[in-house]
C-alpha cells in the first residue's frame, strides 16, 4: 500500500488548505483512512477518520468544525480541507490507511506534507 500526500505549503492565519492522499490498492473503499500531524517538538496526534464507506467522520476536539474529511471511492483518495487554521495548526501531516477492516487500525502511512500557518 502507498499513500502519497500533498496540498500544504504556506498559508496566512484565516485561510484555508486542502490536502489530498492517493492510496494504492484495488480494496480502498473498504478501510478506514485518517489524516494525523506531528508538530516540531510533539508526539503525532489524530486529527480525524472516515470510514470505508464515507458517511462517518471523526475529529479531534482542536480542528471539530474547521476541518472536514472526505473520500473519494472512486478515485483512490481521501482529503482533509482545512479552514480557519491557526498558527498552532502548523505540522506535517500524515496520511493513513487501517488494515484492518472492521476497526481503525493505521498500520500504513504516507511521507508527510507540511503545512505552515503564520500568524
Known amino acids: 500500500v502507498q499513500l502519497v500526500e500533498s496540498g500544504g505549503g504556506l498559508v496566512q492565519a484565516g485561510g484555508s488548505l486542502r490536502l489530498s492522499c492517493a492510496a494504492s490498492?484495488?480494496?480502498?473503499?473498504?478501510?478506514?483512512m485518517g489524516w494525523f500531524r506531528q508538530a516540531p517538538g510533539k508526539e503525532r496526534e489524530f486529527v480525524a477518520e472516515?470510514?470505508?464507506?464515507?458517511?462517518?467522520?471523526f475529529y479531534s476536539d482542536s480542528v471539530k468544525g474547521r476541518f472536514t474529511i472526505f473520500r473519494d471511492n472512486a478515485k483512490n483518495t481521501v482529503f482533509l480541507q482545512m479552514n480557519h487554521l491557526k498558527p498552532e495548526d502548523t505540522a506535517v501531516y500524515y496520511c493513513?490507511?487501517?488494515?484492518?477492516?472492521?476497526?481503525?487500525?493505521?498500520?500504513?502511512w504516507g511521507q508527510g506534507t507540511q503545512v505552515t500557518v503564520s500568524s
Open positions: 472516515i470510514r470505508g464507506s464515507g458517511y462517518h467522520t
Open positions: 493513513a490507511r487501517s488494515s484492518r477492516v472492521l476497526i481503525a487500525k493505521f498500520d500504513y
Open positions: 490498492g484495488r480494496t480502498f473503499s473498504r478501510y478506514t
